[in-house]
């Protein structure tokens, strides 16, 4: 409430919105999550006493994938021609399954096995014995980020949190190696691409660079970029 208000003084001319409904619940199902979302702006949107002229997102971390799938709401359909621009920052579009850290996949293993996360098992694309039935994998067919008239995908190399190709939607060593895994992730980003570089839409990628952490733990493990982010 205090960033959307500090916004709102800042440009009084825009309307600003920081969803608040899946806060601290990001741990259950990201097609929940997403349902929230959607009922949310949905909401905010029937309150608002102004005409919406364009409707713009901002999504940190899993809350860019919880966005995309907000989207796919029929709550929001009435105004996804009103889309756009849509900021991306840290989000692991493609999930977890290329990861660059050591440390993190043990640690997210340990944290989905002993708290049941369904949202951790689906960014790791467990949640089907099929990965073409994984969530991550369906939403990225879902056509959704092509209405927006901008895109833009904020990455660091720094951010171990997020793996650096999937924050960027793009191919990776692993997903040339004929792997089930590898070729589901290169049909992921020929989903999430293609329809982009078809329309008319502003397709911008930015990689920011970060000064040393003030932890030595945070920069070890790459949470310090990541939580930069905002």
């Known amino acids: ?28 199902c990201i097609r929940d999550l997403g349902a929230k979302i959607a009922d949310e702006v949905h909401k905010r949107i029937s309150e608002s006493k102004a005409p919406i002229e364009r409707l713009s997102f901002v999504g940190h971390s899993l809350g860019g994938v919880i966005t995309r ?5 029929p709550l929001l359909e009435p105004y996804l021609d009103k889309l756009y621009t849509f900021i991306s920052l ?42 073409q039935n994984c969530e991550i994998y369906k939403l990225s067919k ?3 980020l092509e209405r927006f008239k901008n895109v833009i995908i904020v990455s660091s190399h720094q951010d171990l ?5 999937s924050a960027r939607m793009e191919l990776c060593k692993e997903s040339s190696k004929g792997t089930k895994m590898g070729k589901a992730h290169s049909e992921m980003v020929h989903n999430l691409i293609t ?36």
């Open 161 to 165: 949190y997020v793996p650096f190709a």
């Open 142 to 144: 879902e056509t959704v």
């Open 1 to 28: 409430e205090n960033a959307e208000n500090c916004m709102q003084m800042q440009h009084k001319e825009y309307e600003f919105h920081v969803c608040s409904s899946i806060e601290n619940k990001t741990l259950t």
């Open 69 to 73: 799938i907000a989207l796919t709401s």
């Open 90 to 131: 840290s989000s692991p579009h493609l999930g977890s399954a290329f990861h660059t850290s050591n440390i993190l996949p043990s640690a997210t293993w340990v944290l989905q096995k002993y708290t049941s996360s369904k949202s951790l098992k689906q960014i790791r694309l467990l949640d089907s014995k099929t990965i």
């Open 195 to 230: 329809p982009l570089l078809k329309k008319d839409v502003n397709f911008l990628k930015v990689n920011v660079l970060f000064g040393k952490p003030s932890e030595f733990m945070d920069g070890f493990i790459g949470r310090h970029a990541h939580i930069r982010m905002l």
